[in-house]
């Protein structure tokens, strides 16, 4: 099966496809021409819509290395009958110490902390210094989403003595349950994890962050559009919160306004960029396309489209 690829994926897997293409450059535009031929498609949660689809006559599958997928029209790839997969159950450990990590560096203002020093700042003894944080342990964590990565990072967050409370939108007697403005209004720390689809684009909007308390943290490594990112801006300017953002609206751009800021650290889309996350993700898209090319039943396919 042919393949075409906007990345060369890490891990041994990779290295079991015979027929593979790399094509360099900033995705869509790098597509410039029809490939007839290309059977398979794989993509980082890169653009994936009908002008694509119409370069790649042949495509029976689009392979994703990442669990999002709000790039891909799944709808116009179901309508011409290929199939989208995606690579669940691998990077939830891996996104939720990512997220812990950024809760820890804003909070305790770790990565503000190296660079006073990298810069020749550090002049205050520590006793006198006004360089304090707050710690997570006795801190309130509001999960916003609470499936894979949700619950792993509620795990690892108990561990540190934070009480936990979440929100979702399935129903629960759950004591630790409280709706999204109760959350924010009660939570020291907020981190996000839920996918990007319509209903959720936007959830943290410009009134919602305003009922973050005073000091909050809010920490995001699912997608930036789910935040109104001016809003956040707003308030991050404003010091009132800080902020621990591994995600963006526009990657890889950053807004300009963030750059000076102290009270937020800033991560390059690092979720789930480890070595053991990364391999287990290529095995899993390597082995779809395996299963397409035998005519089995793929893995991991996010929706059956009608053939
Ligand atoms: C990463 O952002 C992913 O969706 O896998």
Not at 6 to 15: Q, S, V
Not at 64 to 75: E, H, K, L, Q, S
Not at 266 to 294: C, F, K
Request: aromatic share 2%; net charge negative.
């Amino acid at each position: 099966m042919k393949v075409l690829a906007t990345t060369r994926l890490p891990g041994p897997a990779w290295d079991e496809l015979a027929d593979v293409e790399l094509v360099e450059g900033d995705w869509p535009e790098s597509l410039s021409r029809p490939r007839p031929g290309v059977e398979a498609l794989v993509v980082t949660n890169e653009t994936v819509d009908s002008a694509v689809l119409e370069l790649l006559p042949d495509l029976r599958l689009v392979a994703n290395f990442a669990v999002g997928y709000d790039r891909i029209d799944v709808a116009a790839c179901a309508a011409r009958g290929v199939a989208v997969t995606n690579t669940p159950g691998v990077l939830d450990a891996a996104t939720a110490e990512l997220a812990v990590g950024l809760m820890l560096a804003a909070r305790r203002r770790i990565a503000e902390g190296d660079r006073l020093v990298r810069d020749g700042r550090w002049s205050t003894r520590w006793a006198e210094g006004p360089f304090l944080g707050r710690q997570l342990g006795g801190a309130t964590l509001g999960l916003v989403g609470m499936g894979r990565t949700g619950s792993a990072v509620a795990g690892r967050a108990a561990a540190l003595g934070m009480r936990v409370l979440f929100n979702r939108r399935r129903d629960t007697a759950d004591p630790a349950r409280r709706s999204l403005d109760d959350l924010l209004r009660e939570a020291d720390v907020v981190s996000l994890h839920v996918p990007l689809t319509p209903e959720t684009e936007g959830l943290l909007s410009r009134g919602r962050l305003r009922l973050l308390r005073d000091g909050a943290t809010l920490v995001n490594t699912s997608r930036g559009a789910v935040v109104d990112e001016d809003a956040l801006v707003d308030e991050l300017v404003a010091g009132r919160i800080s902020a621990g953002l591994d995600v963006f609206v526009h990657e890889p751009r950053v807004p300009e306004r963030l750059l000076g800021l102290p009270n937020v650290v800033l991560t390059p889309h690092l979720g789930s960029a480890t070595v053991e996350t990364r391999a287990a993700m290529a095995r899993i898209v390597v082995d779809n396309i395996l299963a397409a090319e035998r005519g089995e039943r793929l893995l991991t396919e996010v929706i059956r489209p009608e053939r």
